[in-house]
């Protein structure tokens, strides 16, 4: 069984981010979405927040599991005893810093691959960045994120339905 691990933040879910895990199991039996503390970002969710959203927008993806995750990726992977990391590449400027993680982690442990996969076109424009920007200036979320993400994300910023 081929196991990819998805890590990253994902402070909030997009729907790049869903493309990306939908995309990943057609190469992968099992996919991990390692959703990463990484207090660094200072996130605007807290974990069990952004791993309980994560849940609700793969619930319906069979073979797909979402865990909290902090340290080391590659100490990750081989407790899981997972094949690849999963990156998801939107732009040219997402390569350089793809390219260094996929490096270092190869240095710490050739034993893994990094997977980079490319959402949508539809979703190539998508960060959780912009997203927060977008919901907290009143625009509409509705072709971004899940309904519910939407609503979470309004509320946290406090700004009425878009």
Do not use: W
């Amino acid at each position: 069984m081929k196991i990819g691990v998805y890590p990253g933040t994902f402070d909030p879910v997009t729907q790049g981010h869903t493309d990306i895990i939908g995309r990943s199991l057609r190469v992968f039996d099992r996919v991990i979405v390692a959703v990463a503390l990484n207090p660094s970002k200072r996130p605007l969710f807290d974990l069990a927040e952004r791993v309980e959203m994560v849940k609700l927008v793969t619930k319906n993806l069979a073979h797909v599991e979402v865990e909290a995750f902090d340290g080391l990726l590659v100490e990750y992977l081989r407790q899981h005893t997972a094949h690849a990391v999963i990156r998801g590449l939107r732009a040219i400027a997402d390569f350089e810093y793809e390219l260094q993680m996929a490096l270092i982690n190869r240095k710490l442990d050739n034993n893994f691959e990094t997977v980079f996969l490319m959402p949508s076109e539809e979703y190539s424009y998508l960060t959780s960045s912009i997203i927060k920007e977008v919901g907290g200036l009143g625009g509409s979320l509705k072709d971004f994120v899940h309904p519910e993400v939407a609503d979470r994300l309004r509320q946290r910023l406090r700004r009425p339905s878009a």
